[in-house]
Every structure is written in C-alpha cells, then in structure tokens.
C-alpha cells in the first residue's frame, strides 16, 4: 500500500517548537519533490513547503520563513519540518506531499501527488 | 503571488448530474494548474495536473480544461461519493497558491 504518515503535532504554547516526521511506505521519496501544506480550522488549503528530491531546492511561504525548515532523509524515506518560534496563527493540520516529479533547474515547481492523513498543530497558551 | 479565484463557493446538484467548476488565476499560469478533491476530516486527494491530465486512479468522469488564466473542472454523471470540497492550485511560481475551494453538496 502506497502511504505517507505525519506525526509529531500537538498542543504547544505561542514561541514553542514542534518537529514533524513524515514516513513513507510503499513508495520511494528520493527523486522526488516533497511538499508541506496546512489548513488551519474550517479553513482552505495553505501551502507551506517544498523541498527538491536533493534537498537543494528550498522554499517556503513568507509568513514562515526563519521560523520553519524543512528537510528531508531519503534514505530513512522520511521528510522532516521544524517549526520554531510557533504562534497561535500556525494552528492547522499539516499535511505531506509527494509530488509527481522533481524540482530542477527547468521543471520546478511541480504538483502534488500523493498526500498523508495529516498531523494537528495547536498553539494556545 | 498569483491569487486563484474559484467560482461558485458552493453548489448544490443531484446524483447524475454534470457540474462545472470555474477556477481564475490573477496572472498567466500557462497549464500549471491541479486540482484537489478534499471530504470532512480526510486529507485532499489530488485528481488533475496539467490542467487536463487524470492523476492514475481518477475516474474518467472528471476531466479539466484551460490555459493562461481560466480553468474549469467539470464532473459528469455525478456519483454520491464526489459530493466534497474541490479546489484549484497553481504550481507555475513560488508560493504556490489555492483557490478558496468549491463545496459541492447533494440538492
């Protein structure tokens, strides 16, 4: 079965940090762009990541830019995402994204694939 | 950022019934355009890259269209199980960006 699972959220106060894991299983992640979207409560789709297959292509949303980073072990099959200095307005479900392809030099970026269950991020004092 | 303008907000059909959905993108974003299919509590579910190509799995009764700045999903012979909120996005440039999605509910 073709799966991608988030963990790591949970309820953490504003200026707090969280790290979230995303496994994969039945697929490969190396060679592939990956992808970190949220939706905040009641709310659309936001997106706040992505990371090329070799890590050397990085990007983030502005409104998360020194705060959040994201990486990647193609060999434990996992994308990671760290996310410090967190406030009340982080709070969402955060998913992961397989994309179909790869981010290069001619053909970035590129659309979602695959999309795990999400994890929930809360932050409340 | 190019900001992606669905319409309608929501609609109501019935089972056997083709709707369209309407997505517009505030600049050109050639035929970088998916859409996502997402139901309460579950996570999206990607149907259609390139404007017009079935992701592996999707139903043949989807099927998208468009370039530049205008784009519809339109989903013909409406099954009980499409009943779901749809969404646009455009990957053309960084920060990719979401329309605001189309619930789509049973008449």
């Known amino acids: 079965d073709v799966q991608l699972v988030e963990s790591g959220g949970g309820l953490v106060k504003p200026g707090g940090s969280l790290r979230l894991s995303c496994a994969a299983s039945g697929m490969t992640l190396s060679g592939y762009s990956m992808t970190w979207v949220r939706q905040a409560p009641g709310k659309g789709l936001e997106w706040v990541s992505s990371?090329?297959?070799?890590?050397?292509?990085?990007y983030y949303r502005d409104s998360v830019k020194g705060r959040f980073t994201v990486s990647r072990d193609n060999v434990k099959n996992s994308l990671f995402l760290q996310m410090n200095s967190l406030r009340a307005e982080d709070t969402a479900v955060y998913y992961c994204?397989?994309?179909?392809?790869?981010?290069?030099?001619?053909?970035?970026?590129?659309?979602?694939?695959?999309w795990g269950q999400g994890t929930l991020v809360s932050v409340s004092s | 950022d190019i900001q992606m303008t669905q319409s309608p907000s929501s609609l109501s059909a019935s089972v056997g019934d083709s709707v369209t959905i309407t997505c517009r993108a505030g600049?050109?974003?050639?035929?970088?355009l998916a859409w996502f299919q997402q139901k309460p509590g579950k996570a999206p579910k990607s149907l259609i890259y390139a404007a017009s190509s079935l992701q592996s799995g999707v139903p043949s009764r989807f099927s998208g269209s468009g370039s530049g700045t205008d784009f519809t999903l339109t989903i013909s012979s409406l099954q009980p199980e499409d009943f779901a909120t749809y969404y646009c996005?455009?990957?053309?440039?960084?920060?990719?960006?979401f329309g605001q999605g189309t619930k789509l509910e049973i008449k």
């Open positions: 990371i090329s297959g070799s890590s050397a292509y990085i």
């Open positions: 600049q050109g974003v050639n035929n970088y």
């Open positions: 994204a397989r994309d179909r392809g790869d981010c290069t030099t001619t053909s970035c970026p590129t659309p979602a694939e695959y």
């Open positions: 996005q455009q990957y053309r440039t960084y920060p990719l960006t």
